[in-house]
Each structure stands twice: as C-alpha cells, then as structure tokens.
C-alpha cells in the first residue's frame, strides 16, 4: 500500500511545510511565545567557538537530556531534527520487503521516508472520534512489520494517547514502536522514561516546538543501545552545530519556560475552540498544540480555505493529510492578538457567505 495523496513524485518538498506563510499564520506548530530567556543569555555570553567542527559525539548534550530525563547517554540519538531521525529510521531497521503500520491520518513523514526506502506501507484507520486506533493496529502486525509509527500527541488532532494504554500496547508487540513525541510539552505525558525497560521502543523528541528552536534544527531518539548504535551507523558525521547544542542545552534548564508555554497554550486552544464552536463549525478535541476543524457547512463550493488565504490567512489544508480533504483545515494556535484577528477573519467569510 505505498499509494499517498502527495502525488506521483514522493519527496519532502510535497510536505506542507514549505507552504506560503500568509500575514495572519496559523498553519506551523512554532511556540508562540518565542524561546527560554536563558537561550539567549547563553549565546550572547557564552564562548562558542565556531572555528573548531563540533564534537561528533555530542557529549554535553547528551549528558544534559540523560539528566533531564533519567536516562542513559548510551541510549541518546542527536540528529538535525525530528525529522532528520525519521529519514534514516527505516533505512537503518528495515529492509526493501519490510512493513511498517501508520495510523491514517497523522504525521505524514512518517509515510514519505518510509515510501522513498521502498518498504511496504500498511494504513490503520481511525476510530470514528479520530483517535489512533491501537486494536487496529495490532490485527495488521505480521511477520513482516517491523516499524509501528505513533505519533502522541497526534499530528493534525492534537488528541492524545495515555501513558498506560500505550505503554501496555507496546510491550504486547513485537515490531519497533517509533512514538513521536514532537509536541509533548503542550499536551500528553511522555514515554521516554520507559525506553530502558521497553526494548521495542523508540521515542522521538524535538527542540522546534515547545522549547522554541525550530530555526536550529535540533531532534534526539531514546531507545536501547543497540537501536542507537544502528542510528549512529548511519548518521552523518557532524549532526548538529556548536550553537544549536549550546542553545538545546540551556532550553533544558529552564523548566518554567515550558510550564508557561503549556498554560499558554491550553488558553489559546479553548479560546479558539469555544469561539470556533460558537459559529457552528466542528473542532476535534485536542488536548495539545493543533486543531483540527471541520469545515463543511461553510465549504459548499470547496472554496473555503481558498477564501481564507485570499483575506490573508494562512492554515493546514485537510488535503494534506492522508484520509482527509478540504472540508477539513488544521490550526496551529497563536498570540491572542492573531488568534482574535483570525476569529474576525472566519466572521467576514461567514457574512459574505449568509
């Protein structure tokens, strides 16, 4: 099942990612709020040394995510990126023939490194509430799925799967769970602490959204030794810069930051939820950084998103996704002040529409 709704040609630059960022954005999942403060301090007192190449082994890095997160450095993947860990995750444990399961409406990296690998795709529908379904999931493990892809929170949702569920469903598998963790801090609790007991599981974190990096580029993998050694195979020399890995290491240091951001972000989705609902559209129930509306009853020439850019509002399209269409469009909550301008954007369509 390698068939996707990217097009014929399979590639990165299909991701919409690469979207037109209009003056009122909604569309990527930035923290809002910027970075930590004690980011900047570092870099503007710290004695980063940009003639030697960086320490291929990452080693003060490493010990800072071991610390925050009681685990072991043995066990620590840096790359540039969530995303730079995704490319190589199944060139690295797969092979031509191998299978991987992915929820149908997620993340949809996870279905382009795995087609440009030429391995094989399995899609697990949704529950009808548009929650991963784990009991689909495991009655299409074979013998030859190795890969099992979750991303949690889920990417458009912003639903969540809860620690215990997930991590009874993991340890009843055989196949490598690959659990995205790209949006954690706004929403969920993490597994990570769970990579030295699960052998089967490998947790992706990310600097770019809840610490505020995303113009660094900085990613880490948690899993056993022998995963990491693998990874470590096949990754390039010099992963990251000596200025992402001094600013990664102060974002873990500052704990309040991340508390604020979640509170942040917890007003901003029920500010947009509640006044979204009000005007009659369907928002899926997210507990995290996106939102996923229905757009249908205001869609009846497929012309509403397109109406929305043309006013200068820039959001996910539906069609972006696998098992989805423009009767759907993903949000990314902002400052109160784009959000309010937002809202007034959705009043306008809605009165020329009536």
Same mark, same amino acid.
């Given at each position: ?104 409406i997620t993340f949809l990296m996870f279905e382009v490194v795995v087609s440009l ?67 954690i801090e706004f929403g969920g609790e993490s597994v990570i602490g769970e990579t ?20 660094? =580029? ?60 009000? =005007? ?19 869609n009846r020439n497929n012309d509403f998103i397109d109406r929305l850019n043309k ?22 909550? =902002?400052? =109160? ?18």
């Amino acid at each position: 099942m390698k068939n996707t709704n990217l097009g014929k040609t399979i590639s990165f630059k299909n991701l919409y990612a690469f979207g037109e960022k209009l003056p009122v954005d909604l569309s990527l999942t930035e923290n809002p709020l910027g970075f930590s403060p004690k980011v900047k301090k570092a870099l503007l007192v710290g004695g980063v040394n940009f003639n030697d190449y960086p320490d291929p082994k990452l080693l003060k890095l490493k010990k800072a995510i071991a610390d925050k997160f009681n685990v072991n450095i043995p066990n620590i993947f840096i790359s540039n990126g969530s995303e730079g860990i995704l490319k190589i995750l199944p060139s690295a444990l797969m092979e031509k023939n191998d299978e991987a399961i992915i929820p149908e409406i997620t993340f949809l990296m996870f279905e382009v490194v795995v087609s440009l690998n030429d391995s094989e795709i399995i899609i697990s529908k949704m529950t009808d509430d548009f929650d991963i379904d784990l009991d689909d999931i495991k009655r299409k493990i074979t013998n030859k799925t190795r890969l099992v892809f979750i991303c949690n929170p889920n990417n458009p949702t912003g639903k969540i799967i809860p620690k215990r569920k997930l991590i009874s469903f993991i340890k009843s598998i055989k196949p490598l769970a690959v659990v995205d963790e790209a949006n954690i801090e706004f929403g969920g609790e993490s597994v990570i602490g769970e990579t030295s007991k699960i052998k089967n599981l490998i947790v992706l974190r990310t600097f770019s959204k809840g610490f505020g990096l995303a113009g660094l =580029r900085i990613g880490f993998a948690v899993a056993g030794p022998k995963i990491i050694k693998r990874l470590e195979e096949v990754n390039q020399p010099f992963p990251i810069n000596v200025l992402a890995e001094e600013a990664a290491i102060s974002a873990l240091s500052d704990d309040q930051f991340i508390r604020k951001t979640k509170k942040f972000m917890d007003q901003e989705r029920r500010f947009l939820t509640v006044n979204l609902q009000k =005007r009659g559209f369907k928002v899926v129930g997210s507990k995290a950084n996106n939102l996923l509306i229905n757009v249908s009853r205001f869609n009846r020439n497929n012309d509403f998103i397109d109406r929305l850019n043309k006013l200068g509002v820039s959001v996910v399209r539906g069609s972006s996704f696998r098992g989805l269409n423009d009767n759907f469009m993903r949000v990314s909550p =902002r400052l =109160r002040k784009t959000n309010k301008l937002f809202i007034g954007k959705i009043d306008q369509l809605i009165a020329e529409k009536s």
